[in-house]
Every structure is written in C-alpha cells, then in structure tokens.
C-alpha cells in the first residue's frame, strides 16, 4: 500500500480556551474540527499540534515528517519562533511540504514569510458571504458548486496585500458590498501555498461541508508531488568534468560543483552532429 499523506494542523488554541462561545462551538479546537472531517479520507494521517506544546507543536521530528502543514493562528502570531518560522519556509521552498494557510493566518509569520509581503487587509462585522468559484478546472474547485453561501463569516475586504497569486481560484462577496480574493495559490521555489478566507474562530465554517471540501482538495494539491528531481537549497557551479574527477579522486567535499549538463544527460558529439544538421 502507498505511504499516507501526512497532515499536520496547526492551531493556535487559545480562543477555543479563553472564550466561551468560541469554545462551544469548537470544543475539539479547529483544528480538532478539521482533522475530524480529514480523518474520513483513509489516504490521510492526521496530526494536531498547537501553539502550547513542546516546541510550539513542531519540534523536528513532526515538521520533518509533516507532508501538508496547515496553519490557523489570530491573537499571537508574535510568539511563533523566528526559528521555526525559518524552517517551515525552507522545508517548503525545498518542495518537501505544502502550506495551507487559514483565515486569519494572513497575518501569520510563515504565510508572511512564505509569500513575501505584509498580508494586510480590510476587515469588518461578521455577515453573509457568497463564495464564487471562479476556475472551476483547478483540482481545489473540484466538487464545489459555481458558489455557495456561508451564513456568517467575518468580513474580509480588498485591497488584500499579497503577491499576485499565480492562480485565484475563489472570490468572496458580502453582504455589506465588499469583494475579497478568497482562494489563492501561491508558487515558491518547489513548493506549492494555498491561501483560503473562511474560518473566524466565532463562525461554524469549519463545519461547512464546502469549506472543508476545499482545505481537502488543498491538501492533496499542496502535497509534495511525487518523481520531482533532487532540489537542493544552493545555485550549483559547474565544473569541467576533469575538475569534478578530481575532486572525487581526492575525495574533497563536492559541496555546489556538478559536472557540465552533457555529461549528465549523455550530449555527446553525436548528438552535436544531429543537432547542427
Ligand atoms: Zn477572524
């Protein structure tokens, strides 16, 4: 049988704790209610992790095991280690993890650190929202209708500063008149960033069998795809062939150098002649 995709959800858990409201509505924490509905799907081994535990829910033997990391987090982004931080961006950039960032994380350290800009938005009173699905081709719409209604959600507005996505795939409109890019992905380096709005921790979103559709379609489109080349994390410098024996020869440390790309792909003189011809 093929390896589980591992999900890990990453919650912040302290509005479930502090609030009662918040708390009835999600007892499990949101990130509970969302491994709830993973759990569903036999191709998933879901993981909680909170700001709370040991190693803020992420020491190195979860991260790096962690194929999908999704992130809700609101009242203390601020807390989150710089050094973690570091290492969820390069584990991604390295193609090695997906992110999925939720609602408020927005404003989050990874996805700020992820996507490069501050993440700001408008925002405003909690009312009806109308998610449109504007690419209904991309595998994070499959299954979900031309649009759908959530009853209350907290008003997110443009402009919402965030690089140009390279695919927007949801657009939100509120009762209130305001537009709102919803669903957004984000390429970097290797690595695959999904960006989704609903999930105000006093709304029930994360109970909207839409909405949880969609966090699952994200999750098996962030996944690290399988068959990519070796990437590694510097700009490798070719050397002559000659050079790069030599450094095996003396077994020096290879570091950067690879040899020039027709050694590696077998571009010989014959190849030469075919191509000039
Ligand atoms: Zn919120």
Request: proline share 6%; glycine share 8%; with cysteine.
């Amino acid at each position: 049988m093929e390896r589980k995709l591992r999900v890990t959800v990453w919650n912040e858990f302290r509005h479930e704790k502090n609030s009662r409201t918040v708390g009835g509505i999600y007892p499990l924490g949101i990130h509970g209610a969302i491994k709830q509905y993973l759990d569903g799907f036999p191709e998933l081994e879901v993981t909680l992790a909170a700001l709370d535990d040991p190693d803020q829910g992420l020491p190195a033997s979860v991260l790096d095991s962690t194929d999908v990391l999704i992130w809700w987090g609101h009242m203390a982004h601020g807390e989150v280690s710089d050094d973690l931080v570091y290492r969820i961006q390069r584990r991604v950039y390295m193609g090695k993890m997906g992110f999925i960032a939720l609602h408020s994380a927005h404003h989050s350290k990874p996805f700020r650190a992820l996507v490069g800009t501050s993440g700001n938005l408008t925002w405003g009173r909690e009312q009806k929202e109308i998610m449109w699905n504007l690419l209904p081709s991309h595998p994070i719409a499959r299954g979900i209708p031309q649009s759908f209604y959530i009853e209350s959600e907290e008003l997110y507005a443009e402009p919402f500063f965030v690089p140009q996505p390279d695919e927007l795939i949801f657009g939100s409109w509120y009762e209130d008149g305001y537009i709102f890019r919803a669903g957004m992905t984000f390429l970097r380096d290797q690595g695959r960033i999904f960006y989704f709005q609903p999930g105000h921790e006093s709304c029930r979103s994360f109970y909207d069998p839409n909405v949880l559709k969609v966090i699952y379609n994200a999750v098996l489109w962030t996944a690290p795809s399988e068959g990519r080349y070796e990437y590694r994390d510097l700009c490798p410098h070719v050397i002559s062939d000659a050079d790069y024996d030599r450094c095996v020869a003396e077994g020096r440390e290879l570091g950067n150098k690879i040899r020039p790309v027709k050694t590696v792909i077998g571009y010989g003189a014959a190849a030469v002649a075919e191509t000039d011809r």
